[in-house]
């Protein structure tokens, strides 16, 4: 089953097209990662989403439901926001929050209660629920932000940048909470400046530039789009002279070159070949310094697909 899927949408500001004839399926179950550079046309789309934007023209499909009309405000009851910017009351206490966010879905008494200690639980910080964010760190305002958004139990939670400017270990209790979440049933859309957390965490990844979709896939499916080979670097010792020619008929080797002491082979992805290398080289009695296997990982991709960083 699809959780959303999306044909043709576009947005419109003024003379600026923000989102252009965008179109994606995210399946039930997923977490799925957008990446793009800002201005991208990333949180346009998020807000159309979540309703909290217009359409210019297209259609959005979001758990069953067409959003038009009336369904909007089903649609809204079953996703949760985490925005890029903190979004909680520093004058109410961490329980307060959340009793307020989860008792805007119209929940009340028991239930509310039983919502919240659940959310905080989630996240943490049960035994700071009567403490105010004012006094909180950057990690804990961050895992309060995604308590107000799961209290209600969406279907479908949004976060954008959800761990922008914490230190390494909020970063890593959230991202596990977020496997857990998505273990439970939930969808996920996630956004981040971190590739390794995109790299990590995500089953599917869209790349949008230009309010388009330039690529889609797992991983693995975006990388072999981009290359079929990797590099291979070994450091040498000086002076030591090395028949290229016959590293290049090693099985998988397409290319081979020396500079200073640095032996660079570009090789066929799917070989498993530098075990014959540096059988070689052993063979020859050439020193052997170091050895750097560089995979192309998804910055690589990126930057490939769209000639820019992903901070750009």
């Known amino acids: 089953?699809?959780?959303?899927?999306?044909?043709?949408?576009?947005?419109?500001?003024?003379?600026?097209?923000?989102?252009?004839?965008?179109?994606?399926?995210?399946?039930?179950?997923?977490?799925?990662?957008?990446?793009?550079?800002?201005?991208?046309?990333?949180?346009?789309?998020?807000?159309?989403?979540?309703?909290?934007?217009?359409?210019?023209?297209?259609?959005?499909?979001?758990?069953?439901?067409?959003?038009?009309?009336?369904?909007?405000?089903?649609?809204?009851?079953?996703?949760?926001?985490v925005p890029q910017d903190i979004a909680v009351y520093d004058e109410l206490t961490a329980y307060e929050n959340v009793h307020?966010?989860?008792g805007l879905y119209g929940f009340r008494g028991a239930d509310l209660k039983d919502k919240v200690l659940k959310a905080l639980a989630f996240v943490g910080l049960t035994e700071h629920m009567n403490d105010k964010p004012a006094s909180f760190s950057g990690g804990m305002k961050r895992r309060l932000n995604i308590a107000c958004?799961?209290?209600?139990?969406?279907?479908l939670v949004i976060m954008d940048e959800p761990t922008v400017g914490i230190d390494p270990q909020s970063r890593n209790y959230i991202l596990e909470s977020i496997k857990k979440l998505n273990q439970q049933g939930t969808t996920v859309i996630y956004t981040s400046h971190y590739m390794e957390e995109i790299e990590e965490i995500c089953t599917t990844i869209a790349i949008i530039d230009h309010g388009k979709v330039i690529a889609e896939g797992s991983k693995e499916a975006l990388k072999s789009m981009v290359t079929d080979v990797h590099k291979i670097r070994i450091e040498v010792g000086q002076e030591q002279e090395i028949e290229l020619s016959d590293l290049a008929l090693i099985r998988g080797v397409k290319h081979v070159e020396r500079t200073g002491d640095f032996i660079e082979i570009t090789s066929a992805i799917e070989v498993t070949n530098l075990n014959f290398i540096l059988i070689?080289?052993?063979?020859?009695?050439?020193?052997?310094?170091?050895?750097?296997?560089?995979?192309?990982?998804?910055?690589?991709?990126?930057?490939?697909?769209?000639?820019?960083?992903?901070r750009d």
């Open 1 to 81: 089953m699809n959780c959303i899927v999306i044909k043709d949408l576009s947005k419109q500001f003024g003379q600026h097209l923000a989102v252009d004839n965008l179109s994606l399926t995210i399946e039930t179950g997923e977490i799925f990662g957008l990446l793009g550079p800002n201005g991208a046309g990333k949180s346009t789309t998020i807000h159309m989403i979540c309703g909290l934007l217009q359409k210019s023209k297209g259609s959005m499909t979001i758990l069953g439901h067409e959003q038009t009309g009336q369904k909007k405000d089903d649609i809204r009851k079953n996703i949760g926001l």
């Open 100 to 102: 307020f966010f989860a």
């Open 149 to 155: 958004a799961i209290a209600h139990e969406p279907q």
């Open 280 to 310: 070689y080289l052993m063979e020859q009695t050439i020193e052997i310094k170091s050895v750097d296997a560089q995979k192309i990982n998804l910055e690589t991709v990126f930057l490939t697909l769209t000639g820019r960083t992903l």
